[in-house]
């Protein structure tokens, strides 16, 4: 006799097991030698421990399902016990370039040369510094890396940071307490998270430190083990600052540095840091530069003209 506990604390309980637990009493069809108790957020499994072992393996696909489309049906509970795997999310896996699944049955992935070698530099690197103008998906490809990561069990917690230096605006006159003031420069990070996890479960994993996202200054005297760290906007990081940040990795630790040294707000008496790496780290192993350019873009089309114009302009000034 075995017994197991699944929790699912991430997810609204009414999505998984259905209106009056219509999905998890056809679920129950499938296994009934075994007791089954659904309790809030959690479920028991008593019995053989080789039908257990099959329930939870049938169970984990199933939140795969709902963390692929949002939802689940009836059908994709008979599709998933009638076949020896679930066919739609396998047949999808095979594709090697999908990243995450995300909401609403999005599929992230790499979807250009350079950001196909961020991922592959991902797979033998420890530290990444991605370089390149905006919408090339830079910030994006390491959101989902990390993501990715984070699902696999391959590191426990994803730390994303930004400098808050602002970008030609005053902001330090807005109402509210320190957060208020500091999401501005934050939210980008919060949307690409928001394609790749449903709310509930970005909600859970904010509020119990899975996931952080604070300013860079916050990351001083801290060491991050075992922590996929994102540092966006880099161009906008001090010498002093990036040091700073690059120091604090820790063991099985992943790090992705992202900027654009075209779009640089520091005052004018302040160098970048990602100007300063991109010349000292190039030559040492384990560190992987990827740098981006207007081919990698995937935001309109009118994005590439206009960074072009901007390049052109900036050479014969």
Known sequence: MSEKIISIESYNPVEIFGVNDTNLELFKKFFPKLKIIARGDMIKIIGDEKQVNNFDKKFSLLLLVYDKFGKISENDILQLMESEENHFLTNTEKNNDILVHGRNGLLVKARTVNQRKMVESCKKNDLIIAIGPAGTGKTYTAVALAVKALKNKQVKRIVLTRPAVEA?????????????????????????????????????????????????????????????????????????????????????????????????????NQNSGLIHAKTILKNIPGISFIFLDERDIIRHRLVTKIIKAYQEELLTS
């Open 168 to 268: 030609g605006e005053n902001l330090g006159f807005l109402p509210g307490d320190l957060k208020d003031k500091l999401d501005p420069y934050l939210q980008p990070l919060y949307d690409a998270l928001r394609d790749m996890l449903s709310t509930q479960k970005l909600l859970s994993y904010l509020e119990d430190g899975t996931i952080e996202i604070a300013p860079l200054a916050f990351m001083r005297g801290r060491t991050l083990d075992n922590v996929f760290a994102i540092l966006d906007e880099a161009q906008n990081a001090t010498q002093n600052q990036l040091k700073m940040f690059l120091t604090r990795m820790g063991r099985s630790a992943k790090f992705i540095v992202t900027g654009d040294i075209t779009q640089i707000d520091l005052p004018q």
